[in-house]
């Protein structure tokens, strides 16, 4: 065993820009004792956004619109094809136009519970806030949210939750929503407010006098290395869900951004916290590159079900009624198919682990829409969810329609990622992280279609007001570009890529990405337990050795070269593989997306240990492979007290 | 991009806060809108076609009919016009309405032939005949159009080329195999060429949708069919015998 | 199964350019396009060859980042994107000519690789609704009829994959267009800029360098999202309506 798991504990942290007071008005008054920046003087601030998606895009039009001078990355070709494109579900928000009971209150109140109380009280409550807002903000950009005949917008509900309060548009939710976002962003682009920089991708973090002051990025066609500056950062890079290799993230999704960001000194806050999807299609083989999601939703109207009997390899069609066990259902009756994921994945693993899978491998539970067609008729269904359907066949070649689908748990949504206090500024000073690579709001469980309304939240509304309190603090002045911060990470980052380019070894970066995957996989997925951590970490630091030697890495670095990108993606995956692996292992509770086998409850369930565990792990980097630093930030649960999640 | 793609101007970008072009301006200078003058073009040669068509026909009712017909034809409008007024007005537009035609044809072709300067290796049976053979029937057309007038208004190339006896004229001519030849061939043309640009010009017009897209598609093999078999009733019926 | 792949390899924007066979071998029915394309680069790498670069990243056939001409067709033989396309599709033995997008104003970055950038400035001059954060109304003040916010739905499904400009003869990208501009005319959100809206997007997509429309219809069909041929008549009509009234 290495030292790595040899941590030690330092000081406590705390969010000291949240204002005390009652929950309602805290946002409020943050905003009010926030400093603004004279909007004659914005012009001369530049923010740098790295990212595109929700949470990038949304920010980086804003803050346009009011006046700052934005530099934004993305790696794709465009920003409208950030991963936020491919959210099915929908977006939350307390606008109780069903009337059935939902307020600000009621979404901060099941967003906190279902997180499994390892959230902050405050930014939820803020979110739940804000979350009203972002539909107006959405319908006024033009976002062609699902309607009723009487014109007005369309709710349904989601897993872990019993009121409607779920907004879509079909099943491309993220796509509508990113694409309004896209839209204003490409208005300011148009207009010179941002200066946009595609197949670009930040590959370090300039930090000069202790604050962030702009990053070193490459030229994806080009491979030219460029030096970008500004007044603050802020990093919209999303999650970090791939180093499982397969996930239902885009496959160029990545951790680099917040990785090097954690190098740098931004705490990395609870990175076990990982979401399995419960509704995923099944893998089909080693081919396999990456896993699709089948949207949550389809649990509004679709049965989950095994067959009772180990080993039953009849046609699902030939299974009678009474020899199918509807097990959440059965277990769950208040909540039934519509339990919080972490909760369905782990029962979908049960049931598989029993000898009741079904499908090649019994790596798969059926999903069945007959009841639904019975009831609503064929066009309904289609209507609702016909591109789901549609995309199912596709990969599977079997028409959902009349056989039942098949679906097995994946990876899908990191909760974790930097640590950042209220106003989502980082431990670096004038480093901001939003949307899923920041930790904020979902505890150690996500609710369904509060990805997109976080995203949305930050990005619009939240980080445009608090950065003008960082900005109205630090006046505007330039970078050296020849200080000696700024060397050495240009000089990294470019000694790192001749590197991987030079070691000419006689495996692929990919053959590596999936070795990785599995491991984690194995010892860091549904159930964690300290055996296979302790494992996992030690082979992590073995696999990484193997990389740095026998990669193969083919082209040059002045090109577009893909090899490369992924090789110097997958080189921070190690490194961020096993600061998960120690996270895991020091939480000895169960909670949320995080259960640790140690820890359960006598019928199964995951048991929280609120004593011992009840903060959020901020670690600090301290090289690599060599232990990090623990820091803790205690939570305080002041209007929702925790208690036993109970969906039953 | 401009020098490399020719004609078509550039309009204004960022035009928001600035002045806008005429809107014959915007019109002739952006694709959208010079497709709109062939298809309005079009439309006037197309309603022009079916009643010289029809006029054609007459030729089944014998000489003097058709002879008054074409006497007719140039007295329209009197007292209020002079004589053949009617007709150089219905010249003037014509010969317009060929040459915008023609100039936005040749315009947006050579912009189109350079939008896609590279030809995929594998090449694969595209769309309709009438839609690929659309630039080639124009031309034929043009080129028949310029014969046409050669041959039965100005009489130049025509056999007998009497003025004022336009039937004994047209009997003359169709008496050549290679009149025939010519103006059948012509013919065919014209059909494919109205077979996809009547629906064209209607989507062109913005006047497609997804309601009247059949009737539409419809319309234009019809009318495509009808002008084809009544322009060909005549060198066929010359060359059959039945007139004479 | 077994398949010769004809691949389109071309270094960089400046080089030239050539098909190039490779063979593959064991690719299973399950596989995507994509992940038989992986197969051949792992090889390639082992091999000491240059993979076959391409673009992709959801590989859900939402982001539009895929797309390649299989064999003549824009996205190949199904009605979806190059991601969602599975070798089913296919049979032992073929022999499958790949190729990138052809345009004017899509140049070649690399092997299978295009520049689609003016789809964004497109977006930028105008295909968009100026609501600045903050100002929005109440969602509700204003319904929209179901079959109105059905029909921008159905435009605003269009993934800005560049299938339609690679599809039609003339590179032109007015299916492209004529989706956002349906998408937001429609709706009462867009009407205060309806006019401007199509003048200045037709007008960039013209400078651009992209091609006139001859009604081809071949962009319609190669559209993995269904944008319907009619959408480009509205485009039309709103264009004329535009330059009719557009305020001066
Ligand atoms: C299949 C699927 C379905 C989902 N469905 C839902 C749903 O229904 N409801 C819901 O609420 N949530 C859903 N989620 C979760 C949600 O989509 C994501 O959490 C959210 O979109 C993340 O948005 P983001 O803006 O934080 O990041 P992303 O959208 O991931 O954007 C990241 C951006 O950062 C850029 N970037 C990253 N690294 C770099 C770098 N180094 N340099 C330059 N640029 C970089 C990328 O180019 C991209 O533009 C779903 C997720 C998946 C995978
Ligand atoms: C001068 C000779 C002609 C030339 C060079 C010519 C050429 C063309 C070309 C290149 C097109 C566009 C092709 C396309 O849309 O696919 C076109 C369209 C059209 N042509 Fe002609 N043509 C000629 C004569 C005619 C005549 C005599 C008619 C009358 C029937 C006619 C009617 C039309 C119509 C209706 C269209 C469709 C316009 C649209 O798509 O909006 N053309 N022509
Ligand atoms: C077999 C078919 C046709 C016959 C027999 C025919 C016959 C004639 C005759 C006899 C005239 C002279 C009329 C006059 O001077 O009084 C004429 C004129 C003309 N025809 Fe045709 N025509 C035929 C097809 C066409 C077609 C297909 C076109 C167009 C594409 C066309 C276009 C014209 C035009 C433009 C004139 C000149 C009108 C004028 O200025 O007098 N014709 N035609
Ligand atoms: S219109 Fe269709 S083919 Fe064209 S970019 Fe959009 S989705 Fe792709
Ligand atoms: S294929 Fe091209 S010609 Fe028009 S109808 Fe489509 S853009
Ligand atoms: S990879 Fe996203 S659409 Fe194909």
Known sequence: MTSYTAYQTGEPIADTKAPAGPIEERWDRRRFTAKLVNPANRRKHTVIVVGTGLAGGSAGATLAEQGYHVVQFCYQDSPRRAHSIAAQGGVNAAKNYRNDGDSIHRLFYDTVKGGDFRARESNVRRLAQVSVEIIDQCVAQGVPFAREYGGLLDTRSFGGVQVSRTFYARGQTGQQLLLGAYQALSRQIAAGNVEMHARTEMLDLVVVDGRARGIVARDLVTGEISTHFADAVVLASGGYGNVFYLSTNAKNSNATAIWRAHRRGAHFANPCFTQIHPTCIPRSGDHQSKLTLMSESLRNDGRIWVPKAKGDTRAPGRIPEDERDYYLERIYPSFGNLVPRDIASRAAKNVCDEGRGVGPGGQGVYLDFADAIARMGRDKVAEKYGNLFEMYERITAEDPYEVPMRIYPAIHYTMGGLWVDYDLQTTVPGLFAIGEANFSDHGANRLGASALMQGLADGYFVLPSTINDYLARHPHDTVDPQHPSVTEAVEGVTARLEKLLSIDGDRTPDSFHRELGELLWDDCGMARNATGLRKALERIPELRDEFWRRVKVPGGGEELNQSLEKANRIADYFELAELMCLDALHREESCGGHFREESQTPDGEAARDDDRFSYVAAWEFRGTGAAPVLHKEQLVFEYVHPTQRSYA | MQGVLPTVGVMALATRTGRRPSTLATLWRSTVGKKTVMAVTGVIMLLYLVAHMLGNLKIFFGSTEFNGYAYWLRTIGEPALHYSWFLWIVRVVLVAAVVFHGVAAYQLSRRDLGARPTAYAHRRPRAGYATRTMRWGGIILALFIVWHLLDLTTLTVNPRGEAGHPYQNVVADFRNWYADAIYIVAMLALGLHIRHGLWSAAQTLGANSARRDAALKFTANALALVLTAGFVAVPVSVMTGVVS | ?248
């Not at chain 3, 022999?95 to 689609?116: C, G, Q, S």
């Not at chain 3, 954060?133 to 993934?159: L, N, R, W, Y």
């Open chain 3, 1 to 248: 199964m077994r398949l010769t792949l004809r691949i389109w390899r071309q270094r960089g924007p400046e080089q030239p350019g050539t098909m190039t066979a490779y063979e593959v071998d064991g690719i299973s029915e399950d596989m995507s396009f994509l992940e038989m394309l992986d197969t051949l680069n792992e090889r390639l790498i082992l091999d000491g060859d240059e993979p076959v670069a391409f673009d992709h990243d959801c590989r859900e056939g939402i982001c539009g980042a895929c797309g390649m001409v299989i064999n003549g067709q824009a996205h190949g033989p199904e009605r979806t994107t190059t991601c969602q396309l599975h070798m089913r599709h296919f049979s032992d033995g073929d022999t499958i000519d790949i190729e990138p997008w052809r345009a004017a104003a899509f140049p070649v970055v690399k092997d299978l690789v295009v520049d689609r950038s003016a789809f964004d400035r497109i977006i930028g001059s105008g295909g968009y609704v100026t609501a600045p954060t903050g100002s929005a109304p109440e969602a509700h003040a204003t319904p929209v009829p179901k079959p109105v916010a059905d029909t921008a739905f159905e435009h605003a499904e269009c993934i800005g994959c560049g299938a339609c400009v690679a599809a039609c003869p003339n590179g032109s990208a007015m299916l492209f267009t004529s989706a956002k501009v349906v998408h937001l005319n429609v709706l009462p959100q867009g009407a205060p800029e309806r006019e401007s809206r199509v003048l200045d997007m037709v007008g960039t997509m013209d400078a651009e360098g992209f091609g006139g429309c001859t009604n081809t219809g071949e962009c319609a069909v190669a559209c993995p999202k269904g944008i319907p041929l009619q959408s480009i008549a509205t485009m039309n009509r709103e264009f004329l309506r535009a330059a009719r009234r557009a305020p001066r």
